[in-house]
């Protein structure tokens, strides 16, 4: 009895642990061979045919802390209300640019 339910349980696991592994494995594998797929597919190495890729300066948020680096420890309540949220002068508070690679080819 124990033995049949202890079979079942593995079969279980085994199926669980696959499924988990190949959702886990599966992003990892898209950023290795993504861009020579894309490649061969046709589609922008840098974007994917995005067209845009996110900023690096604000993450893609489109908002950066002002003096966040410099306001890590408040000393008083003053300290937190000088720090709030402004647009990122990077990507002009859209959160992404157009791609380089293939944004000036707008026709195709
Ligand atoms: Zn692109
Ligand atoms: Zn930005």
Not at 19 to 47: E, F, N, V, Y
Not at 63 to 74: D, R, T, V
Request: hydrophobic share 35%; glycine share 12%.
């Amino acid at each position: 009895m124990f033995e049949h339910i202890t079979t079942v349980e593995l079969a279980g696991y085994g199926v669980g642990t696959l499924l988990l592994c190949a959702t886990i494995s599966a992003p990892k594998i898209d950023s290795i061979i993504s861009a020579s797929q894309r490649s061969s597919l046709g589609m922008c190495k840098r974007c994917g045919d995005l067209k845009m890729i996110a900023c690096s300066g604000c993450k893609g948020l489109g908002l950066i802390k002002e003096g966040g680096a410099f306001n890590i420890i408040p000393v008083d309540n003053i300290s937190w209300s000088k720090m709030r949220s402004i647009g990122c002068t990077k990507c002009k508070s859209k959160g992404r640019f157009s791609c380089p690679e293939c944004s000036n080819l707008a026709q195709y």
